[in-house]
């Protein structure tokens, strides 16, 4: 039976692929192998979100009157609906924190050395779509503590020169973050950026199983293990343990849900934004005002597109690396920046 | 190893497996099945049903967590108030024989606008726009 | 509009134009100006300052000027015919002048009515019966307040203007230049203390940190015009304009008849001018404001004790309460119906404390029966949603088992394929 629908299939799609994936594809195994499963993790994490997103969809209703008292319906009347909003924003956090993980992982090793610096580029935009799907995702329960780090974070887009002002408007739909914002916010995040992430993903992924896993330089290998089913079983396990994990902060840490917007209460003291955007909110935030006749604003967005610029270019910076050769140096300037990006979001959240 | 130990194996793990998918997938038909009690729709809250006044008459409600007066005038209008007493926070109720609001905790009076007749509260009560919309009178915070 | 014949003597006439315009405005001939304001401007200190502060004053604005008070002529041009006795000058009047000066306008009504309509003319008549009228007034002691003394001299303002010596929040200060001057009060036998007293109270808190202008100040308690210390028979019922149900209440107790004893209401329990937030500590049995009176042999000590008792025990079950519900909050339970329910309670539990004044240990426990009604059901409430924690967590524990059984399940798998 299964043979005949295997032929069937195999007379209208070509499945070599397919059958190399589950048959040849082999991971090389060494010391630094468990570090492969961090991409695994984030991609756990982001099938949470879709399937929690879209369960938070139907009882949802993304308007200024309506967004908090829904979201409040949800948690409160909805059974399990607590569950699910809590572990959506906790999944958010662990899948930027599993993809920052993932991302050093491959830097320490240098997977992203010719032939795969798609893979890295295609990587990092994954890490700023994940950034952006937390930034708008962050005011879409319309409360307080949202409505405000909101206004704050728009507002740095502001110090763009020339279009600084009609880039906000664009963003916040309006001079204020109103009930249009939400509306923008909403469809930014449950349109656009799925659509481009899962294009973006795909390609990743697709990148991945062109090209197998890359060997780290200068590394004894053990051998190869299959990939179907040993690596995936070891996926897999890594899963369920994200799994446990997450379900446990949601159960005993229930994501808050703050005060509904008043829009004519003033600013409560203390606004900062979610964690992975306070490194980039302290460095703003040391800027002078102004620095040879420069808005200090200017100077810091300015300094964070090139730090994110050079980020990118990763792998076309490391040349020794690309040759198969060791760069020490690029091992150093990775352990200064985590150093660097852990030490400043720490100062930035207690300060 | 012996296949009946992997057998066994194979056997838990798919028993496990089949409690894991269930364990995931009960929340989620419980979640998906409708609540009786549907939300309202609110920046608004729909105060009482437009029935269930009459006039010089009043009734507290919910507005968020605090309580609101709905007052149905003796001239038959509604008006309504946040109904936390502006003195020490009690709760404000409607005097029908006064025809207006009243604070039992230290008898402080307002008039059908909110505003201090006698007494010690301070300010007058923060007042709510009232609307009939079908069955319902909906009240909600005043815009600047 | 004289006809320019040509350029040059247009332009003449027009440069003596502004020489003229230039000249008269250094000179400060301004239409509307009087020459006492021309000259007393350029005088220093304590002679230009009345023109100062008169500026943006009520008088001012209503065109009420120097000679008005003090007489002279306000056209002539030198300073002896400006002040000239024979044009009715009279310098800087004295107590009693001052006094009959502003009656002359403001205890005519028909004068004060095209100002104000509303404008009340009886502060004289009010003034005469007060203890600083009958000072002036009558043993002509010039030590005791006149006008000028509470309102200002020259810097007369609306009494609800944030500036006037009269405003709620200045007004004790106002009193202060003589009442809280020791020295000079104990020439009239006060303490000097009543307004150290008074900024230390609940009133005081009111209207300095709330910004609360209801709060009472001196003149509430002890009116304006015509004040005088409220006789021990009326103090209650001048705390009761404000403090109403605890003057009905303590109408209806046995103390009703403490002014016939010459006891003073209120003031017995509270004091007068240092009045504190109230406490429950009032109707404790070892410093309770009862034991002024009463000894523990009285069944008023009985009833003080219940009362206690009564007020504790509710005050013991709301902060419970209150934790119970935050504790349940803090768990991640949205708690607003409880906390609505809450508000309940804490007005219930506010009109048992004014129902002590009833001095009725069966009455407070009638309406304390309310509060604890409220409390009851919000425990349950807080209860309910702590056991919801409970069972939530509960199921994380059989999730979490489940899973984890499978996880190592999952390793054994793994080992015994790569064996």
């Known amino acids: 039976m299964l043979k005949k629908i295997n032929a069937w299939v195999e007379e209208r799609l070509d499945l070599s692929t397919l059958r190399h994936l589950t048959l040849e594809k082999t991971v090389p195994k060494h010391r630094y192998t468990p570090l492969h499963l961090f991409g695994g993790v984030a991609l756990f994490f982001f099938t949470v979100q879709i399937v929690t997103g879209i369960l938070l969809l139907l009882y949802y209703k993304p308007t200024a009157g309506e967004a908090f008292k829904s979201v409040e319906f949800i948690v409160t009347q909805v059974p399990y609906g607590w569950l699910i909003r809590s572990i959506h924003s906790w999944s958010a956090n662990l899948m930027i924190l599993a993809i920052f993980i993932h991302m050093f992982a491959k830097y320490f090793l240098k997977a992203y050395r010719k032939p795969r610096e798609l893979t890295w580029v295609s990587g990092f935009i994954l890490l700023v779509l994940a950034m952006g799907f937390g930034f708008t995702g962050y005011l879409l329960p319309w409360n307080e503590l949202a409505f405000f780090a909101t206004g704050v974070g728009t507002e740095s887009v502001a110090a763009t020169p020339v279009i600084g002002h009609w880039l906000l408007l664009i963003l916040r739909g309006g001079e204020n973050v109103t009930g249009a914002t939400l509306s923008r916010f909403f469809a930014i995040h449950v349109t656009v950026l799925p659509l481009v992430i899962i294009g973006i993903l795909s390609i990743h992924l697709l990148l991945i199983q062109a090209q197998g896993m890359s060997k780290p330089i200068g590394i004894k290998e053990k051998g190869e293990i299959p990939f179907v089913p040993n690596f995936m079983l070891r996926d897999l396990m890594m899963w369920l343990g994200a799994l446990i994990v997450l379900v446990g902060l949601a159960t005993f840490f229930p994501w808050e849900l703050g005060h509904a917007v008043d829009t004519f209460a003033s600013a409560p003291a203390g606004i900062k934004p979610e964690w992975y955007f306070l490194s980039m909110y302290q460095t703003l935030k040391w800027m002078p005002p102004f620095f040879i006749g420069i808005s200090g604003e200017l100077i810091g967005i300015t300094l964070i597109s090139i730090a994110g610029a050079l980020v990118l270019l990763v792998p076309f910076l490391d040349r020794k690396a690309s040759r198969e050769e060791k760069s020490p140096w690029f091992t150093i300037i990775g352990v200064l920046a985590i150093i660097f990006l852990i030490a400043i979001t720490i100062y930035a959240r207690f300060s | 190893m012996d296949s009946s130990r992997r057998k066994f194996l194979n056997g838990l793990l798919g028993i496990f497996s089949l409690g894991g998918v269930a364990a995931v997938l009960s929340p989620l038909v419980h979640y998906l099945t409708p609540v009786k009690k549907q939300e309202t729709a609110v920046s608004s809250v729909a105060a009482a049903k437009t029935n269930e006044l009459t006039p010089n008459t009043a009734k507290l409600f919910k507005f968020g967590s605090k309580p609101g007066i709905l007052i149905m005038t003796p001239g038959g209008d509604y008006r309504a108030f946040s109904a936390v007493c502006t003195h020490l926070g009690c709760t404000v109720q409607y005097s029908s024989a006064e025809r207006h609001i009243w604070c039992a905790c230290h008898n402080g009076h307002y008039d059908l606008n909110g505003n201090v007749i006698s007494g010690p509260p301070p300010r007058p009560l923060e007042e709510y726009v009232c609307f009939v919309k079908g069955q319902e009178v909906y009240v909600k915070r005043r815009e600047a | ?419």
């Open chain 3, 1 to 419: 509009m004289p006809d320019f014949p040509d350029r040059r003597s247009e332009m003449k006439t027009r440069t003596i134009l502004i020489l003229i315009a230039l000249i008269s405005f250094g000179l400060g001939v301004h239409a509307d100006e009087t020459s006492c304001e021309i000259c007393h401007s350029k005088l220093k200190g304590r002679l230009s300052q009345p023109v100062t502060q008169w500026k943006n004053s009520i008088h001012q604005q209503n065109d009420i000027n120097c000679a008005n008070c003090h007489g002279g002529d306000p056209s002539a041009k030198n300073m002896k015919a400006a002040h000239s006795r024979s044009k009715g000058w009279i310098g800087k009047p004295g107590p009693i002048q001052i006094v009959k000066l502003c009656g002359t306008c403001h205890a005519n009504e028909s004068f004060m009515k095209k100002y104000d309509p509303n404008s009340r003319t009886d502060q004289l008549k009010n003034y005469m019966t007060s203890n600083h009228g009958i000072n002036i007034m009558k043993k002509e002691d010039g030590r005791a307040a006149t006008c000028a003394s509470c309102h200002g001299a020259h810097d007369v303002l609306k009494a609800m203007n944030p500036r006037s010596h009269v405003y709620p929040e200045n007004v004790v200060d106002t009193c202060a230049k003589c009442h809280g001057d020791k020295k000079l009060m104990a020439q009239f036998d006060i303490s000097g203390d009543e307004v150290a007293d008074y900024k230390s109270s609940v009133h005081a808190t009111a209207l300095y940190k709330k910004h609360d202008l209801s709060a009472p100040t001196c003149n509430d308690c002890h009116g304006n015009h015509g004040a005088a210390p409220p006789g021990a028979a009326s103090v209650e019922k001048v705390c009761g304009t404000c403090h109403v149900m605890n003057q009905k209440l303590f109408d209806e107790s046995p103390h009703k008849e403490w002014d016939e004893i010459g006891l003073r209401g209120c003031v017995e329990c509270h004091s007068n001018h240092a009045i504190k937030p109230p406490t429950d500590a009032m109707l404790s049995t070892d410093k309770g404001v009862c034991l002024n009176c009463h000894d523990s042999t009285e069944p008023a000590f009985k009833t003080m004790e219940a009362m206690y008792k009564t007020l504790t025990g509710l005050e013991t079950k709301l902060m419970e309460t209150r934790e119970m519900v935050n504790n349940a909050a803090e768990k991640g339970m949205l708690m607003d119906d409880a906390m609505l329910k809450l508000q309940d309670a804490k007005t219930a539990y506010i009109k048992s404390r004014t129902a002590t004044h009833k001095f009725s240990s069966d009455y407070l426990d009638h309406i304390a029966k309310a509060a604890l009604v409220d409390v009851t059901n919000i425990q349950k409430l807080a209860k309910e949603r702590l056991m919801e924690v409970t069972k939530r967590r509960t199921s994380f524990y059989w999730f979490g088992g489940l899973f984890f059984i499978l996880l190592i399940l999952l390793g054994l798998k793994i080992r015994s394929m790569e064996k």
